[in-house]
């Protein structure tokens, strides 16, 4: 099992990305994927999820409405749009993959994520 995150970089603040996670050695319907950052200095945070067993998707309240969950079967790809970023947005972004099943509360638990892309780093400065 491998997860490629790609498609971090410098961006002004109020611009857009959009980071790509390739999955391989499962079927982005038998997991849970999720998308987490972390921040210098701070600990790792979930960011957006979507759940494998009815497709719900959750965000964090810092990047409701701003960020987009998406993704692509045939590609085997999960993305995570971007937009009106801000300097506090300013992370690397990793991607994760459970096959055990989360309830919607424990969604951003990182202890129950066993694979892990390797991160891209995102800066948002003028």
């Known amino acids: 099992v491998q997860l490629q995150a790609s498609g971090g970089g410098l961006v002004q603040p109020g611009g857009s990305l959009k980071l790509s996670c390739v999955v391989s050695g499962f079927s982005l319907d038998s997991a849970t994927i999720g998308w987490f950052r972390q921040a210098p200095g701070k600990e790792r945070e979930g960011v957006s999820a979507?759940?494998?067993?009815?497709?719900?998707?959750r965000y964090a309240d810092s990047v409701r409405g701003r960020f987009t969950f998406s993704r692509d079967r045939a590609k085997n790809t999960v993305y995570l749009e971007m937009n009106s970023l801000q300097p506090e947005d300013t992370a690397v972004y990793y991607c994760?993959?459970?096959?055990?099943?989360?309830?919607?509360?424990?969604?951003?638990?990182?202890?129950?994520?066993?694979?892990w892309g390797q991160g891209t780093l995102v800066t948002v400065s003028s």
């Open positions: 979507r759940r494998q067993n009815n497709g719900s998707i």
């Open positions: 994760a993959a459970t096959t055990r099943g989360l309830i919607w509360s424990s969604m951003f638990a990182i202890q129950y994520y066993n694979y």
